[in-house]
């Protein structure tokens, strides 16, 4: 289990995240939505230890990562999958930014993981390649599956369907519904209408902060009776459950989800 404890974080102009307090449990979906610049990447690179000035106390199974920062174990707590790929590549191969976590923390590569994870995203003819020379659509796979090979306990996938095709789309939500069996998945994305079925908890940010955290049950059930104020779920989640709910006003949370995943298939 993940929690953040009044977390906060500052970019030198005074933008990021303020007092964010959440749980992220060991094995879930947890689906983080925002409008544009609400704080979800900086809060994932600061899980996920890229940005380490922060404020507050983010633990881990009730350890503090901060004791946890010698680098090889960092690696081990949350790796990430950042909203724009191409910034982290810069070795020859596919297969070198693959393996680049086990050489530098002189582990073992596990080549049964890889191997499942190059066979679910449709990456084991590009192992050669030049990261470069892939599509866009192969390097945002990539990006995804480097964050997959990484042993940690938790995974962040940033925007995991950002510039996925519909061809290319089925895999990745097959990817996270592997990755889910065995770790905590935490996924920001604008794509509700996908990641809602699939999710087990719901977070919202705003303006920096978390203004919504629960299981989806809890969720759905105080959004049914009217819970959350306009203001803190109406960037994302509202509109599209009330697109959903159009003439057909859903009595529960299994209606609901029905009704959800009925209209996730049509697509
Ligand atoms: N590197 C940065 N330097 C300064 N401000 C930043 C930087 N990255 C993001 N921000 C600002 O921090 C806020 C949160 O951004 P971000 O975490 O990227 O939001 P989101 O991922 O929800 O779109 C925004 O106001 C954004 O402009
Ligand atoms: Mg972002």
């Known amino acids: ?27 879930c979906v947890y689906l983080l939505a925002g409008m544009n610049g609400s704080g979800k990447s900086t809060l994932l690179k600061v899980l996920a230890g890229g940005l380490k000035e922060y404020d507050g106390t983010i633990t881990m199974n009730g350890e503090d990562v901060r004791q946890l920062r010698t680098k090889q174990k960092r ?13 982290q590549f810069s070795l020859p191969t596919v297969k070198d930014e693959l393996r680049f976590t086990a050489k530098v923390t002189k582990k073992p590569v596990d080549t049964e993981l890889e191997s499942h994870i190059l066979n679910l995203l449709q990456l084991r003819s590009y192992l050669d390649v030049s990261p470069f020379d892939l599509p866009p659509v192969k390097r945002k796979l990539l990006s995804l599956a480097i964050a997959a090979v990484i042993p940690a306990p938790f995974i962040a996938l940033d925007e995991p369907t950002a510039g996925i095709d519909r061809e290319h789309k ?24 996908t ?42 989640i509202i509109p599209r459950l009330a697109n959903l709910l159009v003439n057909q006003p859903a009595g529960s949370v299994d209606e609901l989800a029905a009704i959800i995943n009925k209209n996730n298939e049509n697509k």
């Open 75 to 87: 690696l081990f707590t949350i790796s990430l999958s950042p909203q724009q790929p191409e910034k």
């Open 1 to 27: 289990m993940i929690t953040c404890e009044n977390v906060s974080y500052r970019y030198p102009n005074g933008q990021g995240i303020h007092s964010v307090n959440l749980t992220i449990p060991d094995r």
């Open 170 to 193: 089925p895999l990745v939500l097959q990817f996270i519904r592997f990755l889910f069996i065995h770790k905590g998945v935490i996924v920001v994305s604008h794509d509700i209408d």
């Open 195 to 236: 990641f809602l079925p699939l999710s087990t908890h719901i977070g919202i940010m705003s303006e920096g902060k978390i203004t919504v955290s629960t299981d989806k049950r809890t969720f759905l059930n105080k959004y049914l009776e009217g819970h959350y104020g306009a203001e803190l779920t109406r960037p994302f």
